[in-house]
């Protein structure tokens, strides 16, 4: 999938809204799910949302349903992750990761990945 490069990240106050942006350098984005994982300090890369090639298919973690929105630009090649109603609890380094096909929702299945952004939010 070539290079990742993610962008948007910040400090936020508890309440208030981000969005991520991961832009691929393959123009065969369309071929590649993506999906977004995080990792705070001390604790293991979780997942946080998928989205399938089209565009169509998608799912979140539970802690984030209903707040976070993944969506794709296939024209641009770039997914992107809006946050809103942020908590403290969402503080942690955001990564895009790309897998060839379908969607899946562990590290291990994505075999392209981007450098992170830090997302912190404050009370």
């Known amino acids: 999938q070539g290079q990742l490069v993610e962008s948007g990240g910040g400090l936020v106050q508890a309440g208030g809204s981000l969005r991520l942006s991961c832009t691929a350098s393959e123009p065969t984005f369309i071929h590649y799910a993506m999906a977004w994982f995080r990792q705070a300090p001390g604790k293991e890369r979780e997942f946080v949302a998928a989205i399938s090639r089209s565009g169509v298919g998608l799912t979140y973690v539970d802690s984030v349903k209903g707040r976070f929105t993944i969506s794709r630009d296939n024209e641009k090649n770039t997914v992107y992750l809006q946050m809103d109603a942020m908590k403290p609890e969402d503080t942690a380094v955001y990564y895009c990761?790309?897998?060839?096909?379908?969607?899946?929702?562990?590290?291990?299945?994505?075999?392209?990945w981007g450098q992170g952004t830090q997302v912190t939010v404050s009370l």
């Open positions: 990761a790309a897998r060839f096909r379908g969607i899946e929702t562990s590290p291990e299945s994505f075999t392209s």
